[in-house]
């Protein structure tokens, strides 16, 4: 099976500027998960999607970010704008609905905001 | 809510040799899952091994293998005969039960493995 697909792999930004990544996951998974990892750290949840519907997004801060999952598929987060301390890598993960099999990954995003 | 600790920023093993990453977690949940993921420079993360809760049988997938100690809430990972290949980030991860909305799935902070020819 395809594994979960994103873009861009990379991104350099200057601070104030906006950005955009995309997430496709594994084809039938409701569950989609957007994370945040600094350097060093463990990846930290951002928002999490059933379908196309939010069901926690406590974590998002929702000044300057926001998250879409269309048709509950695809997804996208966008950072509008951004800041030094947004520089991290966004790990894109999507799950069958009761996950208990753990989560499948993508590659990520690296974000450097300079 | 549910913190999970790796006392280990850093090791390094011989090839060939075993190792043994630690992980210690605090919940007040009784039914729940722990997992292994490895996070190489490729940045992906790979699920390693899960383990369930209520199994009191240690989860095994061929080199790896865990040691669940519930009540002391620890779950440990082995890997036997490392090979260069297993040079990565390790994270422990909790996940309270299935289907959870929320903070359901929490990472450690990760170790840092290197494996040395």
């Known amino acids: 099976e395809a594994g979960v697909a994103q873009s861009p792999r990379y991104k350099i930004i200057e601070k104030r500027q906006s950005v955009a990544f995309w997430c496709n996951p594994i084809?039938?998974?409701?569950?989609l998960y957007w994370y945040q990892q600094i350097l060093g750290q463990g990846p930290k949840l951002l928002i999490q999607?059933?379908?196309?519907?939010?069901?926690?997004d406590s974590q998002l801060p929702k000044d300057r970010f926001s998250a879409e999952r269309l048709k509950g598929v695809d997804s996208t987060l966008k950072i509008q704008p951004a800041k030094l301390e947004d520089s991290a890598v966004y790990l894109c993960?999507?799950?069958?609905?009761?996950?208990?099999?753990?989560?499948?990954f993508g590659s990520g995003t690296r974000l450097t905001v300079v | 809510a549910q913190t999970v600790t790796q006392s280990q920023p850093e090791m390094s093993v011989q090839e060939a040799e075993t190792v043994t990453l630690s992980c210690t977690y605090d919940?007040?949940?009784?039914?729940?899952?722990l997992f292994w993921y490895k996070q190489p420079p490729s940045r992906q993360m790979i699920l390693v091994i899960r383990?369930?809760?209520?199994?009191?049988q240690n989860a095994t997938e061929n080199r790896f293998s865990v040691n669940f100690q519930k009540a002391a809430k620890s779950f440990s990972l082995k890997i036997s005969d490392s090979q260069l290949g297993d040079t990565a980030m390790y994270f422990c991860?909790?996940?309270?039960?299935?289907?959870?909305?929320?903070?359901?799935?929490?990472f450690g902070p990760g170790t840092r493995l290197s494996v040395l020819p």
């Open positions: 993960a999507s799950s069958s609905s009761q996950g208990a099999s753990g989560y499948t």
């Open positions: 991860a909790f996940m309270k039960r299935p289907g959870n909305y929320g903070q359901n799935f929490v």
């Open positions: 999607f059933q379908n196309n519907g939010v069901v926690d």
């Open positions: 084809s039938g998974h409701a569950t």
């Open positions: 383990q369930e809760a209520y199994k009191q």
């Open positions: 919940t007040s949940e009784n039914n729940y899952y």
